[in-house]
């Protein structure tokens, strides 16, 4: 079953999903050389409380952090650490909030310095990926739309979907119904409805799409060691053009 919120709802993930694309713009800023994976958990950390809110990733299913910090070849799930980023990295932050019960989920790959044009490439066409997804959340549409769509525009450039962890239904909860993956068949998969809210990610890879995770129980890396990139936005089902619930406010 889908959640489908009312407009009480509606207003509570507008508030959590302008917090936590306030916040990952913040951390996004601090993503420079010399800085730990760890000052940015914790700077993010700091965010959240200052907000009202607490992370949904902290102590979820055991994970040890405020947000997720993903470099180069880590795909998602980056447990933050001592590890320095260097120049010519690039960083995938996934931050979410809970606001008022209900939870807001972005994320987004920056670059660190210049970027190798293969890599800087990786992260153009996955942001573009991100935005014809959200182009198919439309009433009357199916999820298999925006699987199909990422996935053609990301095979276009000769890259990969990942297909081991998919976007999702968010809510009250941070994973509700649908699971949207990233790779799929155009009309099919559930149909979408007017006041769903959901968090399409595409997780792209530079190499193939095959995935391992670390020692950590966490850190998901590609199998080839290449670059992959993740931008994620929450996004409400409407009558019309989806609304992009985490686009950043500005001024």
Known sequence: MIPVKSPSEIERMRRACAAAAE??????????PGRTT?????????????HGGKSPFLGYRGYPGHVCVSVNDEVVHGVPTSRKIQYGDIVSLDVGII??????????????????????????????????????ARRGRRVGDI???IQATVEAHGFSPVREF?????????????????FGVAGKGPKLKSGMTLAIEPMINAGGYEVEVLNDGWTVVTADGAPSAHFEHTVLVTEGEAEILTRRRTG
């Open 23 to 32: 916040i990952l713009g913040a951390v996004a800023a601090l993503a420079e």
């Open 38 to 50: 760890a000052e940015l958990n914790e700077a993010a950390g700091e965010l959240i409380r200052q």
């Open 99 to 136: 606001l008022d019960g209900y939870v807001g989920d972005n994320a987004r790959t920056v670059a660190v310095g210049v970027l190798k044009p293969k890599t800087a490439q990786l992260l153009q066409v996955t942001e573009q990926a991100l935005y014809a997804g959200i182009a198919q």
């Open 147 to 149: 699987s199909h769509a």
């Open 166 to 182: 998919v976007g999702h239904g968010v809510g009250r909860k941070m994973h509700e119904e649908p699971q949207i993956p990233n």
